[in-house]
């Protein structure tokens, strides 16, 4: 029997933070699926489709081992992902107490809803402070965000408008 997990996140921008995760992922599960998620609480930068591929040039380019599907999903609940394509763990990176707070009820919830499990992993220390907001944020002012992204995602938030 396969062991399938969900790695979901609204990923905009990607971070070597989330690649962490998604490559330490991979290594513990058969398959896993990086799941490109709508957060109405956030206005996002970038749109879905553009996330999914930016996701798929990092994880190409970090040559992550394993079967990784990147993909999206905007409607219904994340077990429900979750369900249709047979995994029965969500792995999250946990930075902070914070981020134990946000995610411990909805571990709740989802184990409630569908039996569906979720993984918290810790981040490399060296990309624990590291967020998408602050990535946003640093970029949006011009600054230089290639030590907290992959190379392709740098790349792409420094080109110029249009290009």
């Known amino acids: 029997m396969s062991r399938i997990a969900v790695v979901p996140g609204s990923f905009d921008p990607v971070t070597l933070g989330h ?3 998604i490559e330490r992922a991979a290594g513990l599960f058969d398959e896993i699926h990086v799941l490109v998620v709508h957060n109405p609480d956030k206005s996002a930068l970038l749109p879905i489709a553009q996330r999914v591929s930016l996701i798929e040039q990092a994880i190409a380019d970090a040559r992550i081992p394993g079967k990784v599907i990147v993909t999206s ?3 219904g609940l ?3 992902y ?4 047979g995994a029965s763990v969500l ?3 946990i930075r902070s107490q914070v981020d134990v707070a946000y995610e411990t009820p909805m571990a709740i919830v989802n184990r409630n809803l569908a039996g569906v499990e979720t993984v918290f992993l810790l981040p490399d220390p060296a990309h624990a402070h590291v967020s998408s907001s602050l990535v946003r944020q640093v970029s949006s002012l011009g600054g230089d965000v290639s030590p907290y992204v992959p190379r392709v995602v740098a790349d792409f938030l420094q080109a110029p408008a249009g290009v």
């Open 19 to 21: 690649l962490d995760v």
């Open 73 to 75: 999903w905007s409607v």
């Open 78 to 80: 994340l077990v429900d």
């Open 82 to 85: 979750c369900t249709d394509v």
């Open 91 to 93: 792995v999250k990176g």
